[in-house]
């Protein structure tokens, strides 16, 4: 995207739950299967064209344990704001403040990179807010 600071190969959890880094066409069968384990089908990516959109036009975020992702979150930067369009994270680690871990990261990105505050928008996807939308 043009700038010199980077985002950091990736930031290690001192509590053993993993490490945030940055998300790569690597990740996308990891990041299929997160999707598709937290309820988000309709946020899927549908192939390795899509992720490159969203690292051509922005930073991914992933929470990789045992090389397993468990979160993504993604952010779009346009000139004067940053904005978190998507985050998912996996059932099976919520309650362990992995939603307020990657929101951490996300906005401490866009600080020290882009230096202005992170806005929320679009689908936020986590386990309690799909519940709530099925019941």
Avoid: N, Y
């Avoid at 036009?57 to 000139?79: K, P, R, T, Y």
């Avoid at 951490?104 to 020290?112: D, F, M, T």
């Amino acid at each position: 995207m043009g700038s010199s600071l980077a985002v950091p190969s990736s930031l290690d959890d001192r509590d053993g739950h993993g490490r945030v880094r940055s998300g790569s066409l690597v990740d996308s069968q990891a990041l299929r299967r997160l999707f598709v384990a937290a309820h988000a089908p309709d946020l899927l990516p549908l192939g390795e064209a899509d992720i490159q959109s969203w690292l051509d036009h922005g930073e991914l975020l992933v929470l990789d344990e045992d090389s397993e992702l468990h979160a993504a979150a993604f952010i779009v930067h346009d000139h004067d704001k940053s904005q978190l369009e998507v985050l998912v994270v996996d059932p099976g680690v919520s309650g362990r403040g992995v939603e307020l871990r990657m929101f951490g990261v996300a906005a401490a990105l866009c600080e020290a990179k882009w230096h202005h505050a992170l806005e929320l928008v679009g689908p936020t996807c986590h386990p309690r807010l799909l519940d709530r939308g099925r019941r």
